[in-house]
Nanobody
Framework: QVQLVESGGGLVQAGGSLRLSCAAS????????MSWFRRAPGKEREFVAG????????YYADSVKGRFTISRDNAKNTVDLQMNSLKPEDTAVYYC????????????????WGQGTQVTVSS
C-alpha cells in the first residue's frame, strides 16, 4: 500500500508563501499521477495541481496558475507544492493524492490519500 505524508502547512499573511511537501512510501508505479487537492470550509474538495511522475507533465487549476508550482524530487521521493502570493481564498486543508489515473483532476480516481495539512491565509 502506498503511504503519503504531507507537511509544510501553517499560517501566513496574504501575499506570503508556503511550501508543502508530500513524501511517498510503499509500492508506487512510474505511471502514477501525484497531485494536490484542497478542501475549503463549506466547499467540496477541488484539484489544485498535479504531476505525472514518469514524464513530469504538470497541471494547475486556473485559480492557482502562476502562483503555485508543483515539482518532484526523485532522490527524496517527494512532491512539493510551492505556494506564492497566497490569498485568503487559498485557506483550506491540502491533501496529497496518488494513483494510476487517466483524468488527473478527478479526485475520485485517486486510490491513495494523505491525511492533509492545514493552510490558513489571513487578510
Amino acid at each position: 500500500q502506498v503511504q503519503l505524508v504531507e507537511s509544510g502547512g501553517g499560517l501566513v499573511q496574504a501575499g506570503g508563501s508556503l511550501r508543502l511537501s508530500c513524501a511517498a512510501s510503499g509500492r508506487t508505479f512510474s505511471s502514477y499521477a501525484m497531485s494536490w487537492f484542497r478542501r475549503a470550509p463549506g466547499k467540496e474538495r477541488e484539484f489544485v495541481a498535479g504531476i505525472r511522475w514518469s514524464v513530469g507533465s504538470t497541471y494547475y487549476a486556473d485559480s492557482v496558475k502562476g502562483r503555485f508550482t508543483i515539482s518532484r524530487d526523485n532522490a527524496k521521493n517527494t512532491v512539493d507544492l510551492q505556494m506564492n502570493s497566497l490569498k485568503p481564498e487559498d485557506t483550506a486543508v491540502y491533501y496529497c493524492a496518488a494513483g494510476p489515473v487517466s483524468g488527473i483532476i478527478q479526485s475520485k480516481l485517486y486510490g491513495y490519500w494523505g491525511q492533509g495539512t492545514q493552510v490558513t491565509v489571513s487578510s
